[in-house]
């Protein structure tokens, strides 16, 4: 059983080099998904970090944890405002992430989606949803920049902890395989 509160598991788990090895270590399904054989996953190796490390990733994991579940709960209120305000019942992808995408975008994605019977956006609807969105996504960007930043300390402290050389990391990243966690800083 893995345990489910250690902070440097889940930080080994969610590196790239510890994707990297998953990728190249189980069993590929249709579109390059991977066969997540228990047994396989129990014994990957799992670096031991220094008191130093372990010091430095745990607070830096609840950080990440703290971001992803207010963003989580920020597009929940946008999107449940959409609902609510502009009848939007299926968002899709890309009203899903608004954050992402410039406001321009985000308005013609909920022009999209809005139910044909609501007609056209009026100039008061039009200045709500530009001020959502500027009450939201700038925030949700800003946790998310950090985030990453957060991420890639991590895996620089997880490297460390493996022993890896400057060598075998730029070798890692040349023959990354698909969706690495996040690119190559």
């Known amino acids: 059983m893995l345990p489910t509160q250690d902070t440097w598991t889940l ?9 990297y090895l998953i990728f190249r270590s189980l069993p590929h399904k249709k579109d390059e998904a991977l066969a997540m054989d228990i047994a396989k996953v129990k014994n990957f190796p799992i670096a031991p970090p220094t008191d130093e490390i372990r010091a430095e990733v745990e607070p830096a994991v609840q950080r990440l944890i703290e971001f992803t579940q207010a963003n989580q709960a920020a597009t929940r209120d946008i999107l449940d405002w959409l ?11 890309k009203l899903s992430d608004f954050a992402s995408l410039p406001l321009d975008d985000f308005l013609q994605e909920v022009k999209k989606r809005r139910p044909k019977a609501a007609g056209s956006l ?5 200045k709500e949803l530009k001020e959502a969105y500027n009450d939201y996504a700038p925030t ?4 998310r920049a950090e985030g ?3 991420e890639h300390r991590i895996s620089d402290l997880v490297n460390q902890a493996y022993g890896l050389t400057p060598e075998e990391i730029d070798l890692m ?3 990354a395989p698909p969706r690495m966690p996040f690119a190559r800083h």
């Open 11 to 19: 930080s080994c788990l969610n590196s790239p080099t510890l994707w």
């Open 173 to 175: 990243w040349k023959t």
């Open 83 to 93: 609902r609510v305000e502009h009848g939007i019942e299926k968002p899709g992808n």
């Open 148 to 150: 990453l930043t957060l």
């Open 122 to 126: 009026g100039p008061k609807p039009l």
């Open 140 to 143: 949700i960007q800003t946790r």
